[in-house]
């Protein structure tokens, strides 16, 4: 089964449990398990050694040796493949009478091929590669593969140093001083194996760097798209709870001083309901505008674009089991109903309102005063112009901003990405809102997420700004632009 001398077992968080006289194995992501029917006692100690401390194929053969009498190698073969076939097994290089790395896949869709590692060729890592201190071990993932490397103390470090670059195989086998060649050779069969490395062309590249797909994938963000979605990861994804009973999530609503702001005039929605132009006019003539020459905006327009767009328009106490946090309800949806994005607004030019940086509080239709333009706010507002290629800077810039740990609470994998689907949304919701009222939209891509921090004087990692939109008047001729 390999050219290497691994060490065998089950990848963790393996069970298997009995049905009557099979055992079963639950697939992770799969209704599709393994049943194991009636195994011998020599299978059952060798199962059993394999989920604690592992085997290489002469200590699985001699556990069957002694508890069945003989060994089918033809079968031992057949199983171990069986078990690979599902994800279930883990291979291990070990050294100087320790474990030194560990091959885990994290779905059934890994297939390990050993592969033939050639004296002649030089070898790199993938860009794609990511590596961080976990559990008190190293973690190497890359989303290229669906498995991981855990390599242990540390020891591997060396050899990762030199596959930076292109390095020869000899020079790799040399690269931890205390270990023998044909350890090297082993976990770098198993970071080929996993992924992580390949060997290069005469000019030093990689089959990745020649992938036209690939080459237009930054590593951050294949790796975020691979992990916040399930397919290629075991870990968890989805509404875990995983905070529950340990840390009280966060209040639908952001709490404020009950007697500051300034309250915002309530439009009558009953007759903005029969009087706006059909919706597939609305959606038809949406489009970014980023001039606002002769475009007014007073607090009037304003008030009545938030109170469209982003109000609260109901709120709920938690209802425990099913949900067991507060809720609100607002015109455009929220996964799960988080409601974690809060509007702020960087005012320039807006008629019957100071410039300045307010808060925008859904539920009492209000703005909060947080500063006047200040020489931070006025930056956001002339990176917003910059940023968008605008001639002028906008009359008002909303900051969407995200209270990160409302939804972190629930999701665990995909929070981040949840928050950014529901930026897209309100994005939407905006666009439409303002399509509607005659005003002039346009979202923006990027946005400085620490200097808006300053500017309203957050906590970057509670409430961080995630999404900026720029809003601009009618045109002051009344004639559509």
Known sequence: MSAYPFVFGLKSATTFYAEGDDLIFPVQGSSQGLRWRTPSLGWRKALACLAADGADL???????QTQDGGVDWAKLYFILG??????????????????????????????????KLSPASHYRLSRFVNLRPEQGQWLLETPLSPAKLWLHAGQALPLLA????????DTLCRAVPDWEPDTALAVLALLVTAGAAAPCDAVGQLPEDGNIALRQWESVDLLFHS??????HDGFCGATFRFLGQIDPLPALKSVAADAGLPLPIPDMARIQQEDPPFAAVVENRRSIRDYTGRLLDVDLLGEFLYRAARVKAQTDA??????????????PSGGAMYELELYL????????????????????RLLPISGLTADVQQLLDNARLNSGAATQPPVLLTL??????????????????????????????YLTATVMGLAPCGLGMGDSDLFAEAAGLDYYQETAIGEFMLGGRLSSGLDS
């Not at 009478?97 to 994290?106: I, N, Y």
């Not at 992990?227 to 290629?232: A, M, N, T, V, Y």
């Open 319 to 332: 209802n425990p089991p099913g949900r067991p946090y507060p809720i609100t309800q607002r015109p455009y």
């Open 227 to 232: 992990r916040s979605r399930p397919g290629r």
């Open 162 to 169: 030199c596959l930076a670059q292109p390095t020869a195989l």
């Open 58 to 64: 002469d200590g699985i053969a001699a556990i069957l």
């Open 82 to 115: 069986r078990l690979d076939a599902k994800g279930l097994l883990s291979r291990c290089v070990q050294g100087n009478g320790t474990v030194l790395a560990t091959l885990q896949p994290m779905t059934a869709r890994f297939q390990f091929v050993l592969p």
């Open 401 to 430: 901003v995200a209270r990160c740990q409302r939804p972190a609470w629930k999701y665990q994998g995909m929070a981040y990405a949840l928050m950014l689907k529901n930026t897209g949304v309100l994005y939407h919701q905006l």
């Open 346 to 365: 960087s005012v320039g030019a807006c008629t019957g309102l100071a410039a300045g940086l307010y808060y925008y509080e859904p539920l009492e239709h």
